[in-house]
């Protein structure tokens, strides 16, 4: 009896500082799946996203009509880059400020294109066609978008930049220089007089069934500050399961672009030593029936409680 009414009048160090996280959690806007899995479905219905095509210049148009109607200011960043097999890809990366009189800047970033080719799925008469790509790309594209139609209801008082990069899925196996080729024009070409955020945050391929997400190689190596805050913002938002603290691998991505120009860079990819990524990878099965709402939703109060961390 004299135990458990101590126990009730009490409040310990620990009970304090768990009551203080709940009242931060609370404070911040709540990240909608539904919300990030409409974005992801519409951006399927224009059909696979490939440079030099209608259904990826619609998307691309589209992408930058939400930014602006979610506050943002809006800049589109156009270039013909040169892929690996001489094609010429017409290019279109977007970018949209949230306060932008702030000099610290935080940087998301996701690419909006889809894969040309289907090259790993199981049956050699679709590697020539083009995905849906309702994982690769839209997936990351989705959480953003939610996150930039929450910060343009919730302004979070610092400095954000959300980055659509274009060409990023147009390469080639053994040449790693054949991918990421908007962002390596976005790192190389500053989109502003002086633009340079101060870190950056990479989504790729975070809506897949069982979708976790172990530390990625490169973002350790150039930014372990940086991949320990947002996996504490995971923890704290009740998803650490799917972050787990182990290595998944080395992923050649659009980070590894910002990495080379010094920038402090971490890839947020469901990639797993041993298994490689999602199966549904370059796949005609990368499409909304292998989307799992949840996993949007554990990423996106993840980044959530990242962006809003200070309140």
């Known amino acids: ?36 899995y409409a974005y992801l479905k519409r951006q399927v219905e224009f059909g696979p996203r490939v440079p030099n095509t209608p259904a990826h210049e619609a998307a ?39 306060n932008p009189q702030m000099d610290d800047r935080l940087l998301l970033l996701a690419h909006y294109d889809t894969r040309p080719m289907a090259d790993q799925d199981a049956d050699p008469t679709n590697h020539d066609k083009a995905i849906d790509g309702a994982n690769d790309g839209a997936s990351g ?30 390469g080639t196996d053994g040449d790693d220089e054949s991918w990421a080729l908007g962002a390596r024009y976005f790192a190389s070409n500053p989109i502003k007089p002086d633009y340079r955020p101060s870190r950056a945050v990479l989504l790729d391929m975070v809506g897949g069934k069982g979708a976790v997400f172990p530390a990625e190689y490169f973002s350790r190596e150039a930014a372990a500050w940086l991949d320990d805050q947002f996996r504490a913002a995971a923890v704290a938002a009740g998803h650490g399961d799917r972050f787990p603290k182990v290595y998944g691998g080395a992923v050649t991505d659009d980070h590894v672009e910002l990495i080379k120009q010094g920038i402090p860079a971490i890839d947020i990819i469901d990639y797993r030593a041993g ?37």
């Open 1 to 36: 009896m004299l135990a458990s009414c101590g126990h009730a009048g009490t409040t310990s160090a620990s009970d304090s500082a768990a009551g203080q996280a709940e009242e931060a959690v609370a404070s911040r806007p709540a990240f909608s799946a539904d919300s990030a």
């Open 60 to 98: 691309a148009a589209w992408l930058a009509s939400e930014l602006g109607r979610h506050g943002a200011e809006v800049t589109l960043q156009k270039a013909d880059l040169k892929a690996w097999d001489g094609t010429i890809l017409k290019s279109t990366n977007i970018f949209g400020s949230f």
């Open 141 to 170: 594209v989705a959480v953003l978008l939610e996150a930039a139609r929450l910060i343009g209801r919730d302004n979070p008082g610092i400095g954000i930049d959300i980055l659509f990069v274009d060409s990023e899925d147009y």
């Open 275 to 311: 298994e490689g990524f999602n199966p549904t990878w370059h796949t005609m099965d990368d499409n909304l029936d292998n989307i799992d709402p949840e996993s949007l939703r554990a990423v996106g109060e993840s980044l959530v409680g990242f962006i809003y961390q200070g309140r």
